[in-house]
Structures are given as C-alpha cells and as structure tokens.
C-alpha cells in the first residue's frame, strides 16, 4: 500500500514570496491533515478536511494560508505571502475515517523562509 | 484552549538505561495515541490506549492509560540505539480533536 505523497520534500523562498505544497493521501482516506510542525516542537494542525469538506481550521492563518481538497482526494496548501516564522516542516497526513483513528503521514516539506 | 503536556523535554540515557515520558492533561480524554518521530523523519503511529487504567505492551515498550484518563505514560526498557528520537503523545478531546504534546526527545549518551 502506498503511503502519503508529498512534494516537494524542500522548498527555499524569500519572504512575501508564494509558495505552495502538495499532498496525495493513501487511497480511500476520507480524512487529510495538514500540520505545520517547527523545529522542536509538536506539530500543530493547520486544517482537517473530511473528503472535500473543511472539519476545522480554526489554527489556520487565514490571512495569508489557504487549503483545498476540491475532489476529496489530493489537497494543496497555499502560503501567499510567506513570512519568516513560516519556516517549518509542513506534514499532511490522512486517516480512513476520521481524527479517532491511525494517522499515517507523509515525508513532509521543508519550508525555509530567507 | 487544551493542553496536553509532555515531560520532560529531553532525556539522555546511557544505552541500556530505561526512558520513560508522560503526558497530562487537563480534561478528559477520549482516547491518547503514541507517535515516534525519528530525527529528520515524520511522525510514526506506535499505539492506541482507550481504556481508563490500560496498559499495552510492545516489546521492550510498556503503555499506560490513567484511571481517569487524563494521564499516560510511555517507558522503554533497556534502551537501544534504534529507540533514538522523539516521542509525541496526542490526546483527543470530547470534540474529536487530537491535542498533541509538545514531545519528549531520547538522546542515547555516546
């Protein structure tokens, strides 16, 4: 079985640049994640969708990040305009059904902001 | 908002010491997941408690649910170079949300 895909796996950008991650969940997953986890710490959920619905995105810095998941399969997610406490890894995961059960994740992104 | 706390931050070990992390929380929880993130590496799904009062072994790693399932605690035995890395307990509140701690980070003394 395939795992989460993500890409790209580093990304270097100036601030106020755009940059945006991809991510394939394993098939049949109903449930994405997209975690933004810096150096040190925990990751901390930046939007949960349930297919191609939004289930909470209350953490997501909706100035400047946006996410979508229009067919309910892959989700891209949107920094526009980047900022250096931006740098960190972005993880997406997925899980069948829902947030009570196993979350598999992928590689991640590395996001560094100069 | 809810927290999960996690201590400590960092443990050092000689190898073939034990390590153990815990993790409390300020409510209930619904159930508590284990995850192993190797140094550059993603998080890795290691097990489930559900039950208050559980225990789950794996091997050389022994699993605990409180009895009122605010706490967990995760300990390895005799640990070995490959148990390097950090260790994230997640919690999930009454609205399904999983709070992550902040993790507890092996480091095996050279």
């Known amino acids: 079985e395939a795992g989460v895909a993500q890409s790209p796996r580093y990304k270097i950008i100036e601030k106020r640049q755009s940059v945006a991650f991809w991510c394939n969940p394993i098939?049949?997953?109903?449930?994405l994640y997209w975690y933004q986890q810096i150096l040190g710490q925990g990751p901390k959920l930046l939007i949960q969708f349930q297919n191609n619905g939004v289930v909470d995105d209350s953490q997501l810095p909706k100035d400047r990040f946006s996410a979508e998941r229009l067919k309910g399969v892959d989700s891209t997610l949107k920094i526009q305009p980047a900022k250096l406490e931006d740098s960190a890894v972005y993880l997406c995961a997925s899980s069948f059904s829902g947030s009570q059960e196993t979350q598999y994740f992928g590689p991640g992104t590395r996001l560094l902001v100069l | 908002g809810q927290q999960v706390m996690q201590i400590p931050q960092y443990q050092h070990v000689q190898e073939g010491e034990d390590f153990t992390t815990y993790c409390n929380s300020s409510?209930?929880?619904?159930?508590i997941q284990w995850y192993k993130q190797r140094p550059g590496g993603h998080p890795v799904f290691l097990i489930q408690l559900v039950k208050s009062g559980e225990v789950k072994k794996q091997k050389r790693l022994t699993f605990q649910f409180g009895e009122a399932k605010k706490n967990s605690s995760l300990h390895i035995t005799a640990t070995q170079t490959t148990d390097v890395g950090t260790y994230f307990c997640?919690?999930?509140?009454?609205?399904?949300?999983?709070?992550w701690g902040a993790g507890t980070k092996l480091i095996i003394k050279p």
């Open positions: 997640a919690g999930m509140d009454s609205n399904y949300q999983l709070i």
């Open positions: 409510t209930t929880l619904s159930n």
């Open positions: 098939s049949g997953h109903a449930t």
